[in-house]
């Protein structure tokens, strides 16, 4: 028994000097060094599509619609014949107007043959000068009264050429709300179809005018570069899909709805495929300006402290963790634009948050900006030494 407490008192002796040896090491955190970079300023709206032409097909003379030419849903060309109109009434129009000129154009011979032989005895004064004035005066009204002929016998045919009612532009036709006897009038309400000219088509993106304001102040300012009216543009469908091709702008309305206050801004798309139709919901994003100096830091690196300030931990050059309130401007993918509260340079903490701690101590290892998001910033666990103890296992 009394050689075994020496034995006792080496093991005591022995786990008491590795435990005084073992010193805890800061603990690990990733770190990334803050940089300036050009950044393009995305923005995402919503919008809707609107048909890139419209016309409502219309008469222009009374009648009964005796054919629709056209299908219901077909493109359609411009000039094609969509109706016929009764053209009887007209025909005689025409008929009775060709006559009228006939007549005329009769008329006329004789008066002016008059006139002539007047200017001819008023020299000689067989006749007076009033009767040679009248008969000049009869011959000219046979010439106004050719040309009125004339007039009337185009207006006739102008009638008679509108009993075939035409596509006033290219596009898809709508549904007929006027079907095979029906009677017209070229002053009604109701149009007969719709044309709508669909590739391409536009895109009105509503955007606040409080936003277009302050970015038109930051171009101003020369805080951004404008992209200009042509910026491309792309499309969210209603079912989460990318819509395939690449639209541009076109023009920012010049008038603020005052329900809504916001601003039109109209983009136009090829429609090809047909893939796009009036009144569809939409997401547009395109690139309204650049930064040239943009300070971007990870979402994951930002929190949120008491009072909802934006944060981060910025970590010093000995190591230490202060937190620092930042200001943000928007997002830019999955980054925070920073415009203020940092500097180019400075490290802040982007993973192993939770053993970073204002004020205290750590060991920054700095991560690539490709590396950010993958690291877990777990802390780092000091080297167990009971394996290295001589005393395991006596």
């Known amino acids: 028994m009394k ?3 020496p034995i006792l008192g080496l093991l005591v002796s022995a786990c008491g000097g590795g435990s005084q040896q073992a010193e805890p090491q800061p603990p690990e955190v990733g770190v990334m060094a803050v940089r300036t970079e050009t950044v393009d300023l995305q923005a995402e709206l919503p919008g809707r599509t609107s048909a890139y032409e419209t016309s409502d097909v219309r008469p ?6 005796l054919r629709r030419l056209f299908e219901e849903g077909d493109n359609v060309r411009a000039g094609q014949a969509l109706y016929k109109i009764d053209p009887a009434p007209y025909e005689a129009q025409v008929a009775s107007a060709r006559a009228a000129l006939a007549q005329a154009k009769s008329q006329i011979a004789a008066s002016e043959a008059q006139a002539r032989r007047y200017g001819e005895l008023v020299k000689i004064n067989a006749i007076s000068k009033q009767e040679a004035e009248n008969a000049e005066a009869a011959a000219a009204q046979a010439r106004a009264t050719v040309q ?14 509108r009993t075939t009612v035409r596509a006033p532009i290219s596009g898809r036709i709508g549904r007929s709300t006027y079907t095979t006897g029906a009677l017209v009038s070229a002053s009604q309400a109701e149009p007969l179809t719709t044309i709508q000219h669909l590739d391409p088509i536009y895109v009105d993106i509503q955007q606040s005018s409080a936003d ?11 805080k951004l570069a404008g992209n200009g009216s042509a910026a491309q543009v792309n499309l969210t469908l209603e079912d989460g899909s990318t819509y395939p091709a690449e639209g541009r702008l076109k023009f920012t309305d010049v008038t603020v709805d005052p329900s809504t206050g916001s601003q039109v801004i109209r983009a136009v798309f090829p429609n090809k495929q ?6 569809m919901y939409v997401r547009a994003s395109f690139v309204e300006g650049t930064k040239a ?3 971007l830091v990870p979402q994951r690196a930002v929190q949120r402290d008491e009072k909802g300030q934006p944060v981060v931990l ?13 200001e943000t401007d928007r997002t830019a993918g999955t980054n925070w634009l920073v415009t203020g509260g940092l500097k180019e340079g400075e490290k802040i903490v982007v993973s192993g948050q939770q053993n970073a701690r204002p004020g205290a101590t750590v060991t ?9 998001g993958d690291r877990s910033g777990k802390e780092v666990e000091a080297p167990s030494t009971e394996a290295e103890n001589p005393s395991e296992g006596r």
């Not at 009125?148 to 050429?161: G, P, V």
């Not at 277009?212 to 020369?222: C, H, K, P």
């Not at 047909?274 to 009144?279: A, E, F, M, N, V």
């Open 3 to 5: 050689k075994l407490i």
């Open 60 to 65: 222009q003379v009374n009648g009964l619609i």
């Open 148 to 161: 009125a002929q004339e007039a009337a016998l185009r207006s006739a045919q102008i009638d008679l050429a």
């Open 212 to 222: 277009v304001l302050r970015l038109r102040q930051e171009i101003l300012a020369g």
């Open 274 to 279: 047909g893939l796009l139709l009036p009144g």
């Open 293 to 295: 100096d943009g300070l």
């Open 314 to 326: 910025v970590v010093g050059k000995d190591g230490k963790v202060s937190q620092r309130v930042i």
């Open 364 to 372: 920054p290892q700095l991560m690539k900006p490709g590396e950010v």
